[in-house]
């Protein structure tokens, strides 16, 4: 199985029910999504589990939503089974495409301001090969990225929306107890990337203000940890021990299919940010205090501009 889920806390929570002297079973759910890769081709992958765990597994047919159920003659027996499951779906999580992400809000009024005035003056100071407005990030969407994942139906979202209830209660707030308020500022520009010619993200680095030092990175870390314990996320997933802060800015992603040249041979095209780093290296976009993370879903806007929320935490 590839990747490295020692970690993940798979056996926490179980329930197992003894039906009689030889039989346990359980049941859980499983987005529909993962029932043909836990199956396999020609039931070989159901087969091996249910072989190598001396159980039996019941599960929904082709389309179908419902729980998947394991019988099996000790709680020891039910218990691998399901983990082996678990490690299958988690695998499969960690490929797919991202549908969610934990994010920090930074759109706040003076920030936005901040934003709008460095755009209008980077579009009007640089001329700057593949520079164009639509590739700025929409000033009401300004955020810090915490992690990503990929929730494939109703009940995952329930269970990341608990999950961010419970990171508050566990981690965030025992965390952040002696430091509120959290104050951040975002100051200073860098590229995800070692060529300044060629970039196609450009971004602010944020920094605390009057606030402990290294308190943003411990948060966010420490988010990105709980969520991996549960399967939900990838901590190592950029080849990182910790989260890289970051504010983006400008992204090759967001260039509008009318600006012109949007393609070459099927690549995003990059843009030149040599200019604007040389110009605006040290811009200050302003001090915000955290209020809320957010649960938000990728590719969306909601009412007030912002990414849509599928769930949300108040800070304290």
Known sequence: MDGDYENIDFDENIEITELDDSRYST?????????GLIIGTQQQTKDKIEQDTKTELKIPGHGQDGDITILGPTAANVTAARRQINMIVVSLRMKQKPTHFISIPMNKPDIMDNFTRFQEAVLRDCQSRGLHESIFIKPGKIHLT?????????????????????AKEKVIIPLLQDHFPLKIRIRGLANMGNDSGNMKVLYAKVEEHESTPGILQQLADKIVDFYSRKGLMNKNAFGRDSVKL????????????????????????????????DKFANFDFGVLEVTDIHLSQINTIGPDGYYEPTFKISIP
């Open 246 to 277: 970051h504010v983006t800015l400008l992204n090759i992603r967001y260039r509008s299919k009318s600006s012109q040249d949007i393609r070459v041979e099927n690549k995003r095209i990059t843009f030149d940010g040599a200019d604007i780093l």
């Open 27 to 35: 049941s859980f759910h499983v987005s529909k999504k993962y029932f």
């Open 146 to 166: 915490v992690g990503v994942t990929c929730l494939t139906d109703n009940q995952e979202k329930i269970f990341a929306s608990n999950l961010l209830t419970e």
